[in-house]
């Protein structure tokens, strides 16, 4: 199967709780697989998890409970391993355990082979976040010595492309869980959102969102509702990006995720938005829609989002939260500097510290690291 042709599902995904066992059959048919589970988890923040098998499973799932009651040790060490791992490496069982004799097998291998008949094992770590994990494990056929490279090739495709869209699905989560829905319930969603066909034309936009095109700092719609932007290289690379994503989104394509700055004629801080692939999972918009999802994080009036649940993640000191708190109300240096009393250079440095253990450059991109953490739903 060709992995292009999985693409369609893998992003159903990202707005729907009911197509997990569709995607994973056809990535598990793509990675000559027999089986195919994903396990995803916020380990703090609120609550989300997810673990789906596909349909090898479904009438398997008695032998699956023993085995994890009886050899759940020898998963965790598998699981352990990938949550560790370079996102999106191919992690082998023999990577795990390198002294392990496949011949000679263990008690957790022969329970595998006898009751669910599959032997060897493979695995993704599918997020380099920090704050949740999440994992694509595959199981082959009993009789399969060497998984084939056909699969690993098409693996090099597929696995980024899920892991981008459970990173939606997360996002999204907390609108399902409180609303039963995603695409038609974006207002409350405190940051700007908005859904483009491929053609470019805007379909939907959030309150948020919309504030942003009426403000007109640099970016708004046109009289045909496609974004506008003064500059004709920024413009032409969105547009491209919003095709290509929509390309993706329909398997026609391979485009994940791009971000792009757009400067204000304001002079504030560039606005920053993430194309990505979007599909209705769920039919709320329109049926089998592929188009692309535009996130745009406005550094100067970011939403009501608190530094506090990155302390723990990032190992965030009582003051670096309370500089990044005033970070997030839009405040600069300077500013900080004199609402806490001390002296610009200790206030550009604690900035430095806060941005280095998130892995970012700036307040934008502290921003955007924050929304993916705890996104800003009421």
């Keep these: 199967m060709s992995p292009y042709s999985c693409l369609p599902s893998i992003y159903d995904i990202a707005t729907s709780d009911h197509k997990w066992t569709e995607a994973l059959d056809q990535i ?4 000559n697989s027999s089986g195919a589970i994903i396990y995803a988890a916020n380990s703090s923040q609120f609550d989300y998890e997810v673990n789906h098998v596909n349909s090898y499973y479904h009438n398997k799932m008695e032998e699956v409970f023993v085995y994890l009651e009886r050899f759940q040790e020898f998963d965790k060490q598998g699981i352990m391993k990938l949550f560790s791992s370079p996102v999106f490496d191919r992690i082998d069982d023999l990577d795990v355990w390198p002294d392990l004799d496949l011949e ?12 669910l008949g599959v032997g060897r094992r493979a695995g993704f770590n599918l997020t380099a976040e ?19 490279k056909g699969g690993m090739e098409n693996s090099r495709i597929l ?32 940051i700007g959102i908005c859904l483009a066909s491929p053609s470019g034309e805007i379909l939907i936009s959030n309150q948020q969102c919309q504030s942003l095109f009426d403000n007109k700092d640099g970016l708004y719609l046109d009289h045909h509702g496609e974004l506008f932007i003064p500059d004709e290289d920024i413009l032409n690379n969105i547009r491209e990006n919003i095709r290509q994503c929509s390309a993706t989104a329909a398997g026609e394509h391979t485009t994940r995720t791009i971000d792009i700055l757009v400067g204000r004629t304001s002079g504030k801080d560039p606005y920053l938005l993430t194309i990505s692939p979007l599909r209705d999972g769920e039919n709320e918009f329109e049926r089998s829609f592929s188009g692309a999802m535009i996130m745009i994080v406005d550094p100067d009036n970011p939403p009501q989002i608190a530094s506090s649940p990155a302390a723990k993640v990032f190992n965030l000191t009582k003051t670096e939260v309370e500089v990044a708190d005033l970070l997030l109300k839009g405040h600069n240096i300077g500013e900080i500097a004199d609402i806490r009393n ?3 250079d200790t206030t ?16 934008t991109n502290l921003v955007k690291r924050l929304i993916s953490l705890c996104p800003p739903i009421i």
């Design 159 to 190: 696995v980024p492309h899920l892991g981008k869209a459970i990173e939606l699905n997360r996002f999204y989560s907390q609108l399902r869980k409180k609303y039963n829905a995603v695409l038609s319930v974006l207002d409350k969603v405190k």
């Design 348 to 363: 550009k440095n604690q900035c430095k510290s806060i941005y280095s253990k998130m892995s970012v450059s700036n307040r």
């Design 342 to 344: 001390v002296t610009f």
């Design 104 to 115: 000679k097998g263990r008690e957790d291998l022969d329970f595998l082979r006898a009751s």
């Design 28 to 31: 598990a048919q793509s990675l």
């Design 130 to 148: 920090r704050g949740w994990n999440a994992t694509l494990t595959l199981q082959y056929d009993k009789d399969i010595i060497q998984p084939d």
